[in-house]
């Protein structure tokens, strides 16, 4: 292997040898005048640099952020990932989770998240959907916590303002109280 590279730069330096010859002769036999030949070669070589620049330094570039990223798949290979979400994002991530299963009770919970923790608001219609609501919220992952002690279960269906025996008893019902009309002031 060792010869072949000798003999290859054995077998260059003649050729820039002979590269060297022919532009000293060019100078010599140009017909244009020699200032305007070496403004020519200026221009041409200042080119070539910049050129070569530019080229070298997107090659650069791209090799530096190659490892760049290289680097970082290799990092967050070997990191665990960071378990911190956005109590927003976390919110989403239950409803997402959740999805047609329990949409049903959606609409009467409200989800509230801080740090970890998620809090259940509103009203479910019995303990079993209560139960499976929290559960299903607990297996979402980044879910530490489930609070629920702000959902309420929902009373059996009745009249609007509660037990109406229990306040005729009392005397407090709507009926039993004739409303007064309001007087304008003259």
């Known amino acids: 292997?060792?010869?072949?590279?000798?003999?290859?730069?054995?077998?260059?330096?003649?050729?820039?040898?002979?590269?060297?010859?022919?532009?000293?002769?060019?100078?010599v036999t140009a017909p244009r005048r020699g200032d305007?030949?070496?403004?020519?070669?200026?221009?041409?070589?200042g080119h070539f640099k910049r050129v070569f620049v530019r080229r070298a330094g997107k090659r650069g570039?791209?090799?530096r952020n190659r490892v760049r990223?290289?680097?970082?798949?290799?990092?967050?290979a070997w990191a665990r990932p960071d378990p911190y979400?956005?109590?927003?994002?976390?919110?989403?991530?239950?409803?997402?989770?959740?999805?047609?299963?329990?949409?049903d009770l959606l609409p009467d919970v409200n989800?509230?998240?801080?740090?970890?923790?998620?809090?259940?608001?509103?009203?479910?219609?019995?303990?079993?959907?209560r139960d499976r609501l929290v559960a299903a919220i607990r297996g979402v992952e980044g879910v530490g916590e489930v609070v629920s002690a702000s959902l309420r279960l929902m009373a059996e269906p009745g009249p609007i303002g509660g037990n109406d025996s229990a306040a005729a008893e009392v005397g407090h019902s709507r009926e039993a109280k004739p409303r007064t009309p309001r007087r304008r002031a003259t």
């Open 61 to 63: 570039r791209d090799v």
């Open 36 to 45: 305007w030949v070496r403004n020519q070669i200026r221009q041409k070589a």
């Open 1 to 27: 292997m060792r010869r072949k590279s000798r003999r290859q730069q054995r077998s260059v330096l003649p050729f820039l040898g002979g590269v060297l010859v022919g532009v000293a002769a060019g100078w």
């Open 85 to 103: 979400v956005d109590a927003n994002t976390l919110v989403d991530q239950v409803h997402s989770a959740l999805g047609r299963e329990l949409a």
């Open 111 to 129: 989800l509230n998240a801080y740090g970890h923790t998620i809090y259940l608001h509103g009203h479910v219609p019995d303990a079993e959907a």
């Open 69 to 76: 990223g290289g680097l970082a798949e290799v990092q967050h």
